[in-house]
């Protein structure tokens, strides 16, 4: 059974870095992609980065693109979300998921990690 738990959600002043957990179980990880997901309050889940687990080009968001780094170590089979220069408006509930066909589909999510940053 695949779990993905994230961790290293807080709250953290604007301007400030984050980085974001995701272990991984249940599987073997190396042909999965794994991506990370926001949701803030009152909007729809959005899409902020993903990479194939056993590396590659790293595909994000425009609102994250240069800010954010994701990244994988394949040794702990655990996946990173980089956040510097924070925003207000990065404020969400964090996921992260993997699937074996994604970005059509993605097959597994965690329970999410609230990030909050104050202006």
């Known amino acids: 059974q695949v779990q993905l738990v994230e961790s290293g959600g807080r709250l953290v002043q604007a301007g400030g870095s984050l980085t974001l957990s995701c272990a991984a179980s249940?599987?073997?990880?190396?042909?999965?992609?794994v991506g990370w997901f926001r949701q803030a309050p009152g909007k729809e889940r959005e899409f902020a980065a993903r990479?194939?687990?056993?590396?590659?080009?790293?595909v994000y968001a425009d609102s994250v693109k240069g800010r954010f780094t994701i990244s994988t170590d394949n040794a702990k089979n655990t996946a990173y979300l980089q956040m510097n220069s924070l925003k207000p408006e990065d404020t969400a509930v964090y996921y992260c998921?993997?699937?074996?066909?994604?970005?059509?589909?993605?097959?597994?999510w965690g329970q999410g990690t609230q990030v909050t940053v104050s202006s």
């Open positions: 998921t993997a699937g074996l066909w994604a970005p059509t589909r993605w097959d597994y």
């Open positions: 249940g599987d073997t990880f190396i042909h999965y992609v």
């Open positions: 990479i194939t687990w056993s590396g590659g080009i790293p």
